[in-house]
């Protein structure tokens, strides 16, 4: 059980960019799930899993909800891939040839974490090195920070930063509740809306 505003960092474009940011709030008690992120400047969208598999999709703003009977994940397939992607650790069980190495700790936000560096092998024709930075809250035990990037000429490219803050391992009353005076419309509909919230957003 817990929840936490997520911020994933990324490059915006050539290297010398400054990077873009995306922001989530996320809360999770056994199969029960909440999402929320900034669909435009108008709206924030929140996906509440279910855990008898139901997604519900809603639209604070506009007071609505409808559930998700597409294929898993194709309502909103950018912003929703995205966050699974960056809050994975599977590249650390992959079969990939890497060193760890225990960096001492590091105060981030007033708090001593924990942090290793990860180096992965070059694979096949692949000419940059895979490098990445974790910060390990051994209180929690779980990583809150970590860093992933490929090194060429010795220099860090392509960092994708994912930091949990404002962590907590409880869940605040009414998170996973409708919001008031909700109102459930078909699926079709809310696609309707989210399609005009995009265009706003572009």
Request: proline share 5%; aromatic share 6%.
């Amino acid at each position: 059980m817990y929840q936490a505003d997520i911020v994933i960092s990324f490059p915006s474009g050539p290297v010398g960019d400054a990077a873009g940011e995306q922001k989530y709030f996320v809360a999770r008690d056994g199969e029960t799930r909440r999402t929320d992120y900034q669909l435009s400047d108008k709206e924030t969208v929140i996906l509440l899993e279910k855990p008898d598999g139901r997604t519900l999709i809603l639209l604070p703003n506009k007071k609505c909800a409808a559930e998700d009977t597409s294929v898993p994940g194709s309502a909103l397939p950018s912003q929703n891939e995205s966050l699974k992607e960056s809050l994975t650790t599977a590249w650390l069980a992959e079969e990939i040839p890497a060193n760890f190495a225990d960096l001492g700790k590091e105060e981030i936000n007033g708090k001593a974490l924990a942090k290793f560096r990860v180096r992965f092998e070059k694979r096949g024709s692949v000419e940059s090195a895979s490098e990445a930075l974790v910060w390990v809250d051994t209180e929690l035990g779980m990583p809150v920070k970590t860093e992933l990037y490929t090194i060429k000429n010795d220099q860090q490219l392509n960092k994708v930063a994912t930091e949990f803050r404002n962590l907590k391992l409880s869940v605040e009353s009414g998170v996973f509740d409708l919001p008031a005076g909700c109102q459930n419309i078909p699926f079709k509909e809310m696609q309707k809306l989210l399609r005009q919230e995009r265009l706003s957003a572009e």
